[in-house]
């Protein structure tokens, strides 16, 4: 008999599963309402259903702890806690109508004398689902009576402001879910599909996964919810969504109960290959049975609540029998559903009308064989529920323990805990205690709420693997803490991991596999980020990395490899002497300097001839020099350009050929003026002699040596990388510098064969055997060919070609002089000497043998 002062704990008892009834019970041993769920028959149907033992266990778990602190003569003394247990069904209706019940007041007790009739409602423990928690919280918020929740985990129920009474056990799923991105990260998925629950468990618990998952740049394959009241069609669909989908790993957002009638059509249609991610609501369940889901389910890889051994509960457990409680309905349905008998028939009801059945002796033992309800290996949310008493527990001790001055309240006041009463005050002083408790469990655990009312965050990670026996093992593999300090959350054993198929492997899920170095993903329209495809990156561009988003320019002095992985240095290109075409080129510069060289040694022997001597033999070697000049000029062109090479290759063309061109005007006025001073009366040779000869072509030259001073002091050609001809190679080349000043030579040149053709094309007809003039026409008609072709030549050249073309012109059009000007005067002096005369220069031979 209890003579203390008795406080009442209104306990909601959450189910997994509708198929429930509603049971409540009060006394000193008080037990849960039974469950029902469907189970997997051999014929894969829901025809049978059987006892929840895991819910039930639960609720025994809440009576072991009330009595174990009623018995702690050091915790709440004078004070003993009761209980009342209401059934949610898994449903919203039931949980508004339960809690209602609970606001309504005390209920009049007519069988046990235990039960007072005026007690005081201290707190809530429940629910064990998000979607009736929420109810429930938001019913109970005005009345300000605390609730602590072992099994609802929705973020959203740790929003202080909408819920400002609830408390919870267990973490919220903002935590969980950042623990599987982390787990999705490590093992590197970018292609995952979901599936949950259609209730707030299930939907918010997605919504943060999607949400954590796009920042990491994870993509879903799809999401799919499995409806509350079963739908064969819709789990067919569901079905047929794994299947299509290239999605190796499935994130399940569920509870044991709902998912299961989808693994059961898994398993119908033997799909396996996916690698399952489960949460904490079904990761440690026993509900599947080992013989027909582990091709399915083995390896499946979850978060786990942290287990724990409560002592003295398996021993609490198995005195539970029949003869206890003669008029409880609910235990005869445990004792039948876990021996398969049935008790001597009391009342036509559709549990014990069933013939098939031996009868119940009650001598059957519970621990006999292995069942839900007696297996303590797995104790997670009943560890929730101990911890969740004992918080209530805990929160009362503080506040009878406040003594007046001295507790945390205005004017240093305490509340009173046999005033606790909807809508009272002193229920704000129990959510403070509440809210402030922290304490050290039995097994060593803290127990303390957040601000949000919220615990620390802690999971084990469970792989399930398959034992000896051939049951499975939910094995350890690592754990996550919130507490610990970034990057050190997840820690995992990989080597002791099993994946699906019993493979050691990680398995692979991506969309597309992962582009290599020296590609970048290309986003397929329409498509997901993690759907691309790989394409290699352009030239002068690279990605050294997996994966990599964009390819990265090269730097303008190098260039992509061939593997487009690495950026190396560009090769530098320039006619140089070592390559076929440098070498000849200076050949034939050689060769034209020598034959030159060699015409003037036949000049210069044959000095004193009429031929030499006719055509002024000075102008002659002087163009012959300049000739010479101009074929070694060409060689300038050849090899590396330097800021010396650059200048000299300009200056030594410009001055070179406007010589030549200088002494070719001179002959052609000398031409000229020599015909003239035929005429009588005519004394101009007089004015146009030897020395004014020299002073016209120093004139001239002299004119383009300024050019040339001016072009280097202002903006001399320099030596410059060309890009734009290859993108693979630096082409090395000679920039003019000044443009102005570059064609101010070169019109100066072409002015002076302007001149030199216009003179030599009206003397072209004087009358001599031996009229010079038409040579010189001949070989500036060849210049001005050759240079007016060289135009559109440079222009279409590429790269080192260019300068080989603008050297052809330039040996060209001196070969061309060479030839026209001196290769008649050579053909007589070396072959017809006898022609070598003044009378057949003058024409007067061929006018006698006429006559």
Known sequence: AVSHKQSWIEVTNLLLFLFVRNYQVCGERKLAQGFTLPVLNPGLSFARRVFDFRGFRWAQTMIFAIEEINKDLSLLPNITLGYKIYDSCATHVQALRSTLTILSGPEVIESDEKCPKDVSMPAIIGDSGSSQSLV?????????????????TCSCLSNRREFPTF???????????????QLVKHFGWTWVAAISEDDDYGRFGIQALTEELEKLGV????????????????????????????AKVIVAFSGDGEIFPLMQEIVKQNITGVQWIASEAWITTPLFSPSLFYDTLGGTIGFAIRRADIPELKEFLLTLHPSLFPGNALVKEFWETLFSCSFDMIDNTPQQANATQPQCSGLENIDADYNMYSDVTQLRISYNVYKAVYAIAHSLHSLILCENGAGPFENKTCGN???????????????????????????????DFDENGDPIASYDIINWKQGADGSVQFVTVGHYDASEGSGHKLVLKEEDIIWNRGQNKVPQSMCTISCPPGTRKGVREGEPICC?????????????????IKCTKCPLDF?????????????????????TMGIMLTVIALCGACITKAVAAIFFCYRKTV????????????????????????????????????????????????????????????????????????????????????????????????ICIIWLVSSPPFPSKNTQVSNAKNILECDVGSVVDFCCVFGYIGFLSAMCFILAFLARKLPDNFNEAKYITFSMLIFFVVWIAFIPAYVSSPGKYTVAVEIFPILSSSLGMLICIFAPKCYILLLKPETNTKKHLMGRESLGNKL
Not at 532 to 548: A, H, K, R, V, W
Not at 560 to 578: A, D, F, G, W
Not at 656 to 677: D, Y
């Open 611 to 706: 031929i030499v001597r006719a055509n002024n033999s000075e102008l002659s070697f002087y163009l012959l020099f300049s000739l010479t000049l101009c074929f070694l000029c060409s060689v300038s062109f050849i090899g590396k350009p330097t800021h010396w090479s650059c200048m000299i290759r300009h200056t030594a063309f410009a001055i070179s050929f406007t010589l030549c061109i200088s002494c070719v005007l001179a002959k052609t006025v000398v031409v000229l003026i020599v015909f003239k001073a035929t005429l009588p009366n005519n004394n101009t040779l007089k004015w146009f002699g030897p020395l004014q000869q020299r002073a016209g072509i120093f004139i001239s030259v002299s004119v383009q040596v300024l």
């Open 532 to 548: 691309f495809d790989c394409l290699p990156c352009d030239d002068g561009e690279i990605s050294n990395q997996t994966d990599s």
């Open 167 to 181: 408390f919870r056990t267990i973490p919220n799923d903002d935590y969980q879910v950042k623990a599987i991105v």
């Open 559 to 579: 260039w992509s490899n061939h593997e487009r992985v690495q950026c190396i240095p560009k090769e530098i290109e320039y006619l140089s002497y070592e390559e």
């Open 417 to 447: 805990i046999s005033h606790l009463k909807p809508c009272s005050s002193d229920f704000l002083l129990l959510q403070y205690y509440l809210q402030e408790v922290s304490f050290t469990d039995s097994l060593g655990e803290v127990v």
């Open 219 to 246: 993509c879903m394959a799809f999401y799919e919810m499995i409806p509350k009241v079963y739908s064969h069609d819709r789990i067919l669909h569901i079905v047929e969504r794994i299947k299509m989908s290239s």
């Open 136 to 152: 429930v919280a938001r019913t109970i918020g005005p009345f300000r009576i605390p609730m602590v929740s072992y099994f609802s």
